[in-house]
């Protein structure tokens, strides 16, 4: 299917007409009329609306990318990945791309939740995507070194010395580490974790809940928004995506996932990663990889968070964010690194 390629930058307060300036193009057939539209909410970053006509099952989501977000996404990797990702059943349909955004496949469903994500019929489904993902070997060549450190460097030059509202600054200074404080841990992460040797692979590296769609009628399960999607460490990618059960509204980290649920979860994984039988060493070791790993994700988003408090439109408290993600890296920064490795 050929991508689209339009001419047009959309106000985030106007997005119903810009939604049909791209309409006109890529659904030339669908009448002024009969569109309906329906802004989702799945999201900190992003505007994000829903596109379809009545009498039909057909419908488009168009995204308009956050204030700013460039300086911290690539975008012509996005789309690429997208688009090399969709040949091998793993990302929608991408049917346009413009100025500040996205059109792509709506997939019928609903995103996970806090409640649906550790639901015996939903979990497995996402640890063996994620499993097929990881698996994902690409045709061309390109940098296969792990974004995380390389990504939190530039993230850390972005945030900015002095915040433009004076009320986020105090908020930062009463709440937030200091960045050299803030770098002096990534180098102490850094140390730490490259020692666990966590293979590198192709990962999502933001599977919120808002980003799995889980579809009913087929029992199955597809992963959108694959703007940080990068070569990366597995224990990464899973790390991250347990840090997302607590939710984000309303976050409560009572809801991180237990070992348990964990075991469970990541022998589901490695039937498909690994093909062939898994042992109790495997889902141990890889237990302890993507426990440590999770404290790397709360520094990465704390910092994301930092930009976003200074550059985002969007009616959030990135700041309070910020604080909260730092929070529980050092409330769980020794627990989780006391872990030890199988021998």
């Given at each position: 299917m050929e991508i689209a390629r339009i001419d047009i930058t959309i106000s985030e307060d106007d997005i119903f007409n810009g939604a049909r300036q791209i309409l006109n193009v890529i659904r030339p057939t669908w009448r002024p009329e009969q569109i309906k539209y329906k802004m989702l909410t799945d999201g900190i970053t992003n505007k994000l609306v829903k596109c379809s006509l009545s009498d039909t099952s057909d419908a488009v989501l168009v995204r308009v990318y956050g204030n700013k977000t460039d300086l911290l996404i690539d975008r012509t990797a996005e789309t690429r990945n997208i688009v090399m990702l969709n040949k091998v059943g793993l990302a929608p349909n991408l049917?346009?791309?413009?100025?500040?955004?996205?059109a792509y496949e709506f997939v019928p469903g609903c995103t996970l939740c806090d409640e649906s994500v550790i639901k015996p019929e939903i979990y497995p489904l996402v640890a063996r995507k994620m499993g097929r993902l990881h698996r994902v070997e690409f045709e061309d060549s390109r940098d296969t070194e792990p974004m995380l450190w390389r990504k939190l460097d530039d993230f850390l030059k972005l945030v900015p010395e002095r915040f433009s509202d004076a009320a986020k600054h105090e908020k930062y200074l009463q709440t937030v580490l200091p960045k050299d404080e803030i770098r002096n841990e990534i180098e102490f992460l850094k140390e730490r974790l490259l020692q666990l040797q966590s293979p590198i692979v192709f990962t999502h590296n933001d599977l919120l809940l808002g980003n799995v769609v889980y579809t009913a009628s087929n029992?199955?399960?597809t992963f959108i928004d694959f703007e940080y999607a990068a070569f990366n460490y597995q224990a990464f990618d899973i790390g991250n995506h347990f840090s997302e059960f607590v939710g984000?509204?309303?976050i409560d980290y009572a809801k991180y996932p237990g070992k348990e649920f964990q075991y469970a979860w990541l022998k589901e994984?490695?039937?498909v990663f690994k093909k062939g039988e898994v042992s109790d060493e495997d889902v141990e070791r890889l237990y302890v990889q993507v426990n440590q790993f999770a404290?790397?994700?709360?520094?990465?988003?704390?910092v994301w968070a930092l930009i976003q408090?200074?550059?985002?439109?969007i009616d959030f408290d990135f700041m309070g964010y910020a604080a909260i993600r730092f929070n529980e890296y050092f409330s769980r920064k020794e627990q989780f690194l006391s872990l030890e490795m199988p021998r």
């Open positions: 049917y346009a791309t413009f100025n500040n955004g996205l029992e199955s399960v984000l509204d309303s994984y490695l039937t404290l790397a994700s709360h520094v990465f988003w704390g408090a200074e550059h985002s439109y």
